[in-house]
Nanobody
Framework: QVRPVESGGGSVQAGGSLTLACAGA???????MAWYRQAPGNQREYVAS???????KYTDPVTGRFTISRDDAKNTGYLQMNSLKPEDTANYYC????????????????WGPGTQVTVSS
């Protein structure tokens, strides 16, 4: 099974912006997808998701600062991150092909290497 590949991470100061990209292993434009992140010593946590119809959901700490989107022509997903905070520092992963059940995104067991985001104060 081909896994998604994330890119776009980097090191920024607090208040800065980054845009992450996900080159999907599956057909992104026909599937739901999500972004997760994992900081050292923590479990992987949900960040945002978009369903096949384009409806989006976010975890509360990123609402209003992050935007998940999808470019169907490029078969690529994105996570635009603005007003970054040090607590956003983590390795970010995308997940393609999961499902929304009772408003919650359930991921498929297929993960890429992630892309590191580091925010300094």
């Amino acid at each position: 099974q081909v896994r998604p590949v994330e890119s776009g991470g980097g090191s920024v100061q607090a208040g800065g912006s980054l845009t992450l990209a996900c080159a999907g292993a599956r057909n992104i434009r026909r599937n739901a997808m999500a972004w997760y992140r994992q900081a050292p010593g923590n479990q992987r946590e949900y960040v945002a998701s978009i369903d096949h119809a384009g409806r989006t959901k976010y975890t509360d700490p990123v609402t209003g600062r992050f935007t998940i989107s999808r470019d169907d022509a490029k078969n690529t997903g994105y996570l635009q991150m603005n007003s970054l905070k040090p607590e956003d520092t983590a390795n970010y992963y995308c997940n393609v092909g999961g499902s929304h059940v009772s408003g919650r995104y359930l991921p498929v067991p297929s993960w890429g290497p992630g892309t590191q985001v580091t925010v300094s104060s």
